[in-house]
């Protein structure tokens, strides 16, 4: 393997394009393949058209998502024939899920990389280049759940090569995300992750807590901890089992992390240790993503969520409870087998009652081999799906704008990330002499503990630091505000 590697080394110049698709995991695993590619010798890039190498880290969830695949592999089709030694990679969900219609449809696909895989992907890239032959590495088909001794995760994939957690590539190592569990074995009867990430497997806490520290050192603040199921983390330890709460407390004792976050969790699984854990840990942001999907019973248990909307009400209710202040997200889904206008008044007021920060929604898209395909009819027409859709985005629109406009006077908490996106925008346009100057240029931006997106004019000096911001207006996505104290404003940590 070491030759192997080395003789990739060699290739300095190489340019990789690494288009990221799908959910917080796959931009955890592109940032991993990254780091292992860079060290190959690889270079990232943005434009596919001059690469080297191009690899579509894929997501399966949604049909929407697996066609945007193919669309890309069209049209890098299309460059591969001029220039046949462009080596194409398909990594990820869809690579596991639909890795044979992959090697029909587009035979110019020369890797296949399944998530569980990935700590292989400088192994097969040295198969193509040596071979010209397609290298594929995909973890087994399965369809039943893991019993729970089993459910412990002996060797990790990826994280385990001993260099993984570098810098990113693109430098930016303020916040990050931090796997605990893989896979799922909830199997929502919608839900296609259970087979393209393979059964739950929780990680050392060692590993873990070593990982974070590394991050520590290498200048992160905030770690955002990834599972499909976060807070069903378990793990038998000398006899002992650790739980997600026990987790969070040796996380929260590693030097130089401020903020702990966690994403995304169950509501069946939701323990009051968690909520305690969230209330007594100062690092533990008031934030939670908590997807309930549906706010009808009758609904909620055809997609085996074995919750009932006023379970769920209860638990945040509870949550609200224990940790004062805190803001909440979720994901639903519209138009699942059988969803009737009953259904969707339910999730409707559902959202009302629970008053999120902002929701995720999605029309039901049917996924091949799930048990709704094989049992629940896709019944809700298309149209109707849409409809209900712009129903739960303009509720929420509203609900996300009274959320921010609550906060205006309050002074919050803000980890400075950089400038904003017109910020950025304003100062090329006056480096490229457009303009002479911009107001917009000194803008910066960052996160409130509860996830809410600020606003402020400041030096880039205050970059990396927690600052204290008054805020002063709102929109439905983001608060603004101003440095509290003006002008030398002193950091609050
Ligand atoms: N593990 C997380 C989410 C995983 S997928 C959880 O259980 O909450 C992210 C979101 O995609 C889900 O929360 C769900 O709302 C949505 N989703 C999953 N399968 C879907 C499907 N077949 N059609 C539409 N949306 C889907
Ligand atoms: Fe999918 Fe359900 Fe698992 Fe979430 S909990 S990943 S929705 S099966
Ligand atoms: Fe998509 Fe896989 Fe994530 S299917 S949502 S990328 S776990």
Do not use: W
Not at 330 to 347: K, L, P, R, W
Not at 434 to 454: C, M, P
């Amino acid at each position: 393997m070491f030759c192997r590697l080395t003789r990739v080394t060699h290739s300095m110049s190489k340019r990789v394009y690494l288009e990221t698709m799908g959910c917080q995991m796959n931009k955890l695993d592109s940032e991993l393949v990254l780091g292992q590619l860079c060290r190959l010798g690889y270079a990232p890039t943005d434009d596919f058209r001059r690469a080297d190498l191009v690899l579509l880290n894929t997501c399966s969830v949604r049909q929407h998502a697996e066609d945007k695949v193919y669309s890309r592999l069209g049209e890098v089709a299309r460059i591969k024939r001029e220039r046949p030694e462009m080596v194409v990679g398909v990594i990820g969900c869809m690579a596991e899920r639909d890795h044979q219609g992959i090697q029909r449809k587009a035979p110019h696909v020369d890797l296949l990389c399944g998530p569980g895989n990935l700590n292989q992907i400088g192994d097969l890239l040295a198969e193509v280049l040596d071979t010209r032959q397609r290298a594929i590495a995909l973890e087994h088909d399965r369809s039943r759940r893991t019993p729970k001794d089993r459910r412990t995760l002996e060797h990790d994939s990826i994280e385990s090569l001993d260099l993984s957690r570098t810098a990113p590539p693109d430098g930016n190592v303020l916040q990050a995300y931090v796997r605990v569990q893989r896979g799922c074995d909830k199997f929502c009867t919608y839900c296609v992750v259970p087979y393209t990430r393979g059964p739950e497997r929780s990680r050392p806490p060692a590993n873990i807590v070593d990982e974070v520290r590394k991050l520590a050192d290498m200048g992160t603040r905030e770690v955002t901890l990834l599972g499909q199921t976060v807070n069903s983390y378990l793990y038998a330890e000398n006899g002992r089992t650790v739980r997600f709460a026990d987790l969070l407390e040796r996380v929260h004792e590693v030097g130089g992390i401020e903020r702990i976050r966690f994403v995304t969790s169950y509501p069946g699984d939701f323990t009051d240790d968690i909520l305690q854990a969230m209330r007594d840990l100062p690092k533990v942001c008031e934030y939670l993503s908590l997807p309930a999907q549906s706010g009808s019973n009758a609904v909620l248990r055809r997609m085996r969520r074995d919750y009932t909307a006023e379970q769920y009400l209860e638990l945040v209710d509870k949550a609200r409870r224990m940790v004062p202040g805190i803001s909440l997200s979720s994901d639903f889904i519209v138009g699942f087998s059988g969803e009737t206008e009953e259904d969707h008044q339910a999730t409707l007021a559902l959202i009302e009652r629970i008053r999120y920060k902002n929701i995720f929604m999605f029309k039901y898209s049917n996924r091949p081999n799930t048990k709704a395909d094989r049992v629940l009819p896709d019944d809700v027409p298309y149209r109707v799906k849409q409809r209900r859709h712009s129903e739960l985005m303009a509720l929420q629109h509203r609900l996300s704008i009274e959320h921010h406009r609550a906060m205006i006077g309050r002074r919050v908490e803000v980890l400075v990330e950089g400038p904003s996106k017109p910020a950025l925008k304003a100062r090329q346009a006056v480096e490229a002499g457009k303009v002479k100057t911009s107001r917009r240029a000194d803008q910066l931006t960052g996160h409130t503990r509860g996830d809410e997106i600020v606003v402020f004019a400041g030096p880039d000096s205050l970059i990396g630091r927690f600052v204290t911001v008054e805020v002063t207006d709102a929109s439905p996505l983001t608060l603004q505000g101003m440095l509290a104290g003006g002008p030398g404003v002193s950091p609050i940590r």
